[in-house]
């Protein structure tokens, strides 16, 4: 028989041998939360070890599988299956009908967190002069125009292995090493480099289609920080509370200080430290701090540390009959007339498998610089309708039999084998205007040709001639 003390009713009971903690509770008049009957449906039974955690019994298999997805810590049991094997002295964390509704997860449709310190990176990120940029457009075209970056930043988060917390208006705040990812710090600076290489790619577009000027700057910090859910109920999201996520917003504000785009922290630095390229240091005062601190200007990650976290960027490449090759799959990975998405530095590459070889083309449409095909999976109709019709805008450009390309934007046609133009922005109205976007004006010169690049086999892979 064990016994066990539950604050804060500061009551006393035991726990008989065949009894689990709320059994016992709920016999002696104890009044524990069990939402769920007891079934380890909900956590409303949940409990903080105060003293007598080595008493404690393993976690049950349903136990493991809410305290996995709400993130207890060891300390923190379901008293519906936790079975006493010495005395405890234990909180009760559900005391009234408030409590009771946050804790259910009975009919809930997000998932909460319990509220854990852990040491994380915190990345925060923000668009340069947006007051300037959101004067200068319409609501429709900023929205348009942040959410074209904001989607290339979410896949970058993620491959990455971080968690997105929040969109900010034009920033974006993400937390790394939440669940305790390896090298999470490293991944960290090897996204906000990445974010801003994404910052590079998007400028041109910007400045040709809206004539502004696109840039952002980047701050990092680590540290110990509160995660947990927070929100009203049904509402809730996982976010990281306390300093480093203040820190790591004043040091991205910082930049601006120091003319640079990306900062981190000494906590951060002294992480990284041996596999990072230093641009340079500097001394600043952050806003609403009283001391200097240092802060470090991140010019890239060495090349070590590079192939490492990028291996699947980085691709063998030769120098044969005046171009570089690079050399992107095995010879037999596509079947007849299928394509694929190599994803190189500063664009991407499409590569088609027809009946009589392979072709290599630009992802980028020449006439707006529109991407021909998405890189993310998307199902159909997520990128809405033609704008005034109730026709679903393909997620994918299409091949025609005779090896031509048709853009999903505006239906101009390429030939993917030399480029020419078969067909051009077939889609534009008769005054060069695009249905629903006609306060942009005449969008049908540019009349150019599909960047193709030259493919060969060798050694049992495909190769791709990129100069």
């Known amino acids: 028989m064990a016994k066990v003390t539950s604050l804060p009713d500061n009551v006393d009971f035991d726990v008989n041998a065949d009894e689990t903690l709320l059994e016992a509770a709920l016999r002696s008049g104890v009044t524990f939360a069990h939402a769920c009957g007891g079934r380890a449906k909900c956590s409303t039974c949940r409990i903080w070890v105060i003293d007598g955690l080595e008493a404690c019994s393993q976690r049950t298999a349903a136990e493991t599988s809410m305290a996995e997805r709400l993130g207890f810590t060891s300390e923190v049991r379901l008293a519906c299956q936790l079975r006493p094997e010495g005395e405890l002295r234990v909180r009760r964390l559900v005391l009234d009908e408030t409590d009771l509704v946050m804790c259910s997860q009975l009919d809930r449709a997000v998932a909460t967190r319990a509220g854990e310190a852990k040491n994380v990176t915190i990345l925060f990120s923000d668009v340069v002069d947006s007051t300037s940029m959101s004067e200068r457009l319409s609501p429709y075209d900023l929205m348009y125009l942040l959410n074209r970056y904001f989607v290339q930043v979410g896949d970058i988060i993620e491959r990455n292995g971080g968690f997105i917390d929040r969109f900010i208006g034009d920033g974006v705040m993400a937390i790394f090493g939440l669940e305790d990812q390896p090298n ?16 590079e790619q998007v400028k041109p577009f910007f400045a040709s289609m809206y004539d502004v000027e696109f840039d952002i700057r980047v701050g990092l ?8 859910s927070l929100g009203s109920i049904g509402h809730e999201r996982v976010t990281a509370i306390g300093d480093v996520p203040n820190v790591a917003s004043r040091i991205e504000a910082a930049n601006k200080e120091t ?34 601190i240092t802060l470090y200007e991140i010019a890239g990650l060495k090349p070590e540390t590079q192939s490492a976290l990028n291996a699947g960027e980085l691709r063998e490449t030769v120098q044969f009959a005046g171009k570089k090759w690079i050399r992107v799959f095995a010879e037999d990975e596509l079947a007849l007339n299928e394509w694929r998405i190599i994803a190189l ?6 590569v088609l498998r027809g009946a009589d070889g392979y072709y290599a083309f630009n992802n980028a449409c020449p006439h707006l610089h529109l991407p021909l095909f998405e890189r993310r999976a998307l199902a159909e109709g997520a990128l809405g309708n033609y704008p005034g019709t109730d026709t679903p805008r393909p997620i994918y450009s299409t091949f025609t039999e005779d090896r031509g390309v048709v853009c999903r934007w505006h239906h101009s046609c390429f030939d993917v084998q030399t480029g020419e133009v ?46």
């Open 184 to 199: 999470a710090q490293l991944h960290a600076v090897n996204t906000a480099l990445q974010i801003l290489k994404v910052a």
């Open 221 to 228: 910090h680590y540290g110990e920080a509160v995660i947990g």
């Open 259 to 292: 003319g640079t785009r990306l900062l981190i922290s000494q906590a951060l630095y002294d992480e990284v430290e041996d596999a990072v390229e230093v641009a340079d240091f500097v001394r600043v005062l952050l806003r609403g701090t009283s001391d200097r």
């Open 345 to 350: 530095e500063g664009y991407d590459v499409v």
């Open 422 to 467: 078969r067909d051009w922005a077939t889609r534009l109205q008769e005054d060069g205007t695009s249905k629903g976007w006609e306060f942009l004006g005449d969008i049908s010169k540019n009349r150019t040709k599909l960047p193709v690049y030259a493919c060969r086999i060798r050694d049992g892979y495909l190769w791709v001639a990129l100069d």
